[in-house]
């Protein structure tokens, strides 16, 4: 392969990677103000490793939720690996122990690098090194966030609190740009998952409301014949 | 919730997030690629998020209470909307959320 395509694969992977790695400081602190200890956020950074889900779990889990309420809305937002990993399939072919390993960094970020790649090889390049990049920053950045936040004191606190609903609002904001496909459905569910939400606080335990706010997904209406949106869209 | 509960959920959510990854790289792709099993899968991830937005910033055990919060998602929306990257947003939010600690007492 061309050494200057693999040189530009590998730069733009690497940029990429130690941007969201740092991003691992604001989850380490959100899960430290849900009351979880340092070594819980790190477990998870290490063994979830899915940004959008540890949110939510830290995020459920702050908002006074049950464990369970917790899981579910960490497995929800887990679906969408799935489908990343069946587009990654014909790219990574991945056998044996070598699936159990590259399983793991299927994610927004390595599915949308290595579809995005010129070709095959510049692809499992480009997922190999976004992957690695973003596991190594991402967990250091949780470690550093979980017990920088530990210390805080009541003004320190009140600015982590403003960080996290930003930080939701910042994954979701990709997928309400203008240039996202479908993005005026998209934005259509989200009001409506923030509204049923907000409706449920009063009456059901803390984080359920989280949970049954999937039920907005109806509002995206039955599939279209020709819906086909491409990984490096759907980055968030 | 006890230390164990917690431990439990981490653990617990952690796999079930890997099998899930495991499943798009193991399974047929026919099973995962129905139009209403994609269709759904499309938007789970704005109506989760979203949800999650609101409940952070507007309400605290089962009241809605507005505070600094809500002016530190307003700050980072604004932020969003003129580009800047992620880790501006969160500093300005978090800006705006301390100011508002201070200035209310």
Known sequence: MPRTARSAVLRDAIGLGLAVGLYGAAFGAAADAAGLYPWQAITLSALMFTGASQFAMVGVLGAGGSALAAVGSALLLGTRNTVYGVRLVPLLRPRGLRRLGAAHWVIDETTAMSLGAPDRALGRLAFLATGATIYLTWNLMTAVGAFGAAGLGGTARAALDAVVPAAFLALLWPRLRKSFPEAAVQRRVAAGGAAVALALTPFVPAGVQVVVAVVAVALAGPPRATQRPTASEEMA | ?105
Do not use: N
């Open chain 2, 1 to 105: 919730m006890s230390g164990t509960t917690l431990w439990a959920a981490v653990l617990a959510a952690s796999a079930g997030c890997y099998l899930l990854k495991l499943a798009g790289l193991a399974v047929p792709a026919a099973w995962v690629e129905q139009p209403w099993v994609a269709r759904v899968v499309d938007f789970v991830p704005a109506a989760l998020l979203a949800a999650l937005v609101a409940v952070q910033a507007l309400t605290s055990g089962h009241q809605l209470v507005l505070d600094g919060r809500l002016v530190g998602l307003a700050v980072a929306a604004l932020a969003l909307a003129l580009r800047a990257p992620f880790i501006v947003v969160l500093l300005l939010a978090g800006a705006a959320g301390a100011l508002v600690h201070v200035v209310a007492g």
